[in-house]
């Protein structure tokens, strides 16, 4: 889908890098907060930057793909899916 093997191998290291703009690096905050949400809520500071760098179907969407990501995580744990 256009993406560089590089920015995929850094992904961990999103903050580190200036291979993401500042609009990704904002989701990945948020992407980042909400699945760590067992520590604490979701920063003010994390959310309002995330709400200044996407329009409001974006913030929305974002928020729907970690949701469902973090279910289906959590699904796999709890089944002990195998990874094929």
């Given at each position: 889908?256009?993406e560089t ?45 995330a709400e ?33």
């Amino acid at each position: 889908m256009g993406e560089t093997a590089q920015r995929l191998f850094l992904l961990n290291a999103w903050r580190e890098t200036e291979l993401f703009s500042e609009k990704e690096k904002a989701v990945l905050a948020l992407t980042e907060a909400m699945t760590l949400i067992t520590n604490g809520h979701v920063p003010d500071e994390v959310y309002k930057n995330a709400e200044a760098h996407l329009t409001p179907n974006e913030l929305a969407a974002v928020i729907m793909a970690v949701v469902a990501i973090n279910g289906w995580n959590r699904i796999a744990i709890t089944t002990r899916m195998p990874l094929d």
